[in-house]
């Protein structure tokens, strides 16, 4: 889907650079304030859209309008880094980069229904980006599956110094910090609690060989969590006041929206004992998250308090809400730690909410592999996705037009919208097709049947209202074509198609 999203396209297609790598023939996106180089062998499709200076967190942005949320129409981004999450959503990338300093990858993966990671401070290499708060400045990726978003980091934290992955636990435990549900709208919290804290979750996390408990992540030492916002507010303004100040004052004169300039004015009033006083609070706050997380658990948590606001919403009167979303963003902001949402929630059936795991720094690599592990427990096996996206489809067999009835045409139809019912697999289903026929239902084909075209035509038949038939005469042919997945090699998993070609076409 158009999802206004774009800062700038590349001419270069998809698959049409030579080179070999984990990420080969992959199409990504990049926020609009790097530099990039990426030798892994995907395909920079262009430059995404951010929000102005990446110093909001709604997604807008006066000069070039605001991206639309392919996961809840009508409703905000987030940001900074808007268009990146929302080319994923909308299935235009495989995965994006952008940059996170108070949330600017959590936010708007919490809003737009993506996975995402924020790595441990220091671990990526920002140069070439503009520097905010560097204190804070990290890279960050998004992707539409767990699966690929620790493909993704094994390419960019590849050479990075790392702890010894010895150091941390393969049995993690999971913490709920109880004052950070506090924070959340009720809403979020009933849906946190039903989806990860149920009994079926507990039993799955357990069985897993992942322990749950619930504490309070602040203690005495380091106030309230809800204090925590200004404690990084403070230190935050005074580096963006140091890195953009001179820029902002000085004799370009640049345009900015108003909400910008009011906050570039407020950065550049902190004074030097609110620094003092918050980089004393901040140190403790750093002090009892080391020793809270040690090598072996992991905070669990909902990504953002709320769902992604209505568009139009004013957030700056609403600093509440304001404070409440920064609370949860500075817990990995301020200790420079490693965080992956995972799109788990749906409050009240409405738009999506990420949950959260954050883990001791430098853990990175092994939080991505429990992002998997979670991912697989909630929404269960990876055995049928379209770009990630667990689904039920239902399953007929005659449904074929006219003219289309020869054994050796199988139809696919997807939806993206659904979960795979607990325990059930797209074998289940396939296992009730009669004769050669697989049809799935379909909510939004549109980006891959585009990609296939091409690659099967004449015999590929365009039936409209969403409907694609292709013809395969052999089961290597139908394979290769599954292969030939543009978003990422786990859409059609031909591993996953493979058994139903085997029994479609036997």
């Known amino acids: 889907m158009e999802c206004r999203a774009w800062a700038s396209r590349t001419a270069a297609a998809a698959g049409t650079r030579d080179v070999d790598g984990p990420l080969a023939g992959l199409a990504f996106a990049a926020k609009d304030s790097y530099d990039v180089l990426l030798a892994a062998g995907a395909n920079l499709a262009g430059k995404a859209a951010m929000s102005e200076l990446a110093y909001d967190f709604t997604g807008q942005n006066c000069h070039y309008g605001a991206p639309l949320n392919p996961a809840a129409p009508g409703h905000m981004t987030g940001g900074s880094s808007s268009g990146c999450a929302a080319l994923v959503a909308a299935g235009e990338v ?30 990526i290499s920002v140069d070439g980006s503009v520097p905010l708060a560097p204190s804070f400045d990290t890279a960050g990726w998004f992707a539409r599956d767990a699966e690929l978003l620790a493909d993704v980091g094994r390419a960019l934290l590849a050479g990075s110094a790392a702890a010894a992955a010895d150091e941390f636990c393969s049995s993690w ?32 996390l357990e069985a897993a060989g992942v322990g749950l408990r619930r504490t309070a992540v602040a203690d005495a030492t380091t106030g309230e969590l809800a204090s925590w916002a200004a404690v990084f507010g403070t230190l935050h303004s005074k580096e963006v006041s140091e890195c953009l100040g001179p820029w902002f004052c000085g004799p370009t004169q640049p345009v900015v929206s108003a909400p910008i300039a009011r906050r570039m004015k407020s950065a550049g009033l902190v004074t030097g004992p609110a620094v003092k006083a918050a980089q004393q609070q901040a140190a403790a706050i750093v002090a009892r998250l080391t020793s809270l997380l040690g090598n072996s658990t992991v905070l669990l948590m909902p990504t953002t308090p709320f769902p992604a606001p209505p568009l139009g919403t004013d957030l700056e009167s609403q600093p509440a809400d304001v404070g409440r979303l920064m609370a949860l963003t500075s817990i990995a902001s301020l200790a420079g730690l490693p965080q992956v949402s995972m799109p788990l929630l749906k409050p009240d059936g409405g738009p999506p909410v990420g949950v959260s795991i954050i883990g001791p720094r430098g853990s990175d690599e092994a939080l991505l592999a429990l992002a998997e592990k979670l991912s697989t427990v909630v929404l269960g096996p990876p055995t049928a996705a379209l770009n990630g996206v667990h689904f039920t489809p239902p399953v007929c067999a005659d449904m074929l037009p006219p003219g289309l009835d020869d054994p050796q045409v199988w139809r696919l139809r997807f939806i993206v919208q659904s979960r795979l019912a607990p325990g059930r697999t797209m074998q289940d289903h396939a296992d009730n097709l009669k004769d050669h026929h697989l049809y799935l239902e379909d909510l939004r084909a549109r980006g891959l049947l585009q990609f296939m075209g091409p690659f099967l035509t004449p015999e590929a038949h365009d039936c409209g209202d969403g409907m694609f038939c292709l013809r395969a005469g052999s089961l290597d042919q139908a394979a290769a074509i599954a292969a030939q997945n543009p978003f990422h090699r786990r859409g059609i998993r031909v591993f996953t198609l493979r058994p139903w070609l085997e029994k479609i076409l036997d």
Do not use: I, K, Q
């Open 173 to 204: 435990s999971l913490l709920v910090p109880e004052d950070a549900l506090a924070l959340c709208d009720p809403s979020v919290a009933s849906a946190f609690d039903s989806e990860m804290m149920g009994e079926h979750s507990v039993a799955l």
């Open 94 to 123: 495989a995965f994006s980069l952008g940059g996170d300093t108070a949330g600017s990858v959590r936010v708007p993966a919490s809003f737009c229904g993506v996975y995402c990671c924020r790595p441990s401070h220091g671990r």
